[in-house]
């Protein structure tokens, strides 16, 4: 939304890896504006003072990182509108978890 602050998107992802038990496991940004360099403004982290504004495109790529495993992003990119967003990635997202990892690393307890 344009106003909102790029320090709101990566609280809001961290929130989202958190109500999802994996807390801790998200330690870098959220994403970052797309433009002729990379990255640049608006950055989606903590200590972000940049605003999102109109005309703005910006990809959200969060990362989840679980050690002895590995990390991953998805990542999709979306144009600031006047009203909300528009997103401009539609490629399909999803993980097939692997079976022979123990369901300790993949945040949830052993059955």
């Known amino acids: 939304?344009?106003?909102r602050a790029g320090s709101a998107?990566?609280?809001r992802g961290a929130g989202h890896f958190a109500a999802n038990g994996l807390d801790g496991h998200f330690p870098s940004h959220t994403g970052h504006g797309l433009g002729l360099g990379h990255p640049e403004p608006p950055y989606l982290v903590p200590?972000?003072?940049d605003t999102l504004q109109a005309h703005d495109v910006v990809a959200l790529e969060p990362g989840l990182f679980l050690p002895a495993v590995g990390g991953m992003r998805f990542e999709r990119n979306y144009l600031i509108t006047d009203c909300g967003h528009e997103m401009l990635t539609r490629h399909q997202?999803?993980?097939t978890p692997r079976a022979d990892l123990p369901r300790e690393i993949m945040g949830s307890p052993s059955r």
């Open 1 to 3: 939304m344009p106003g």
């Open 47 to 49: 200590e972000s003072i």
């Open 9 to 11: 998107g990566r609280r």
């Open 93 to 95: 997202l999803g993980l």
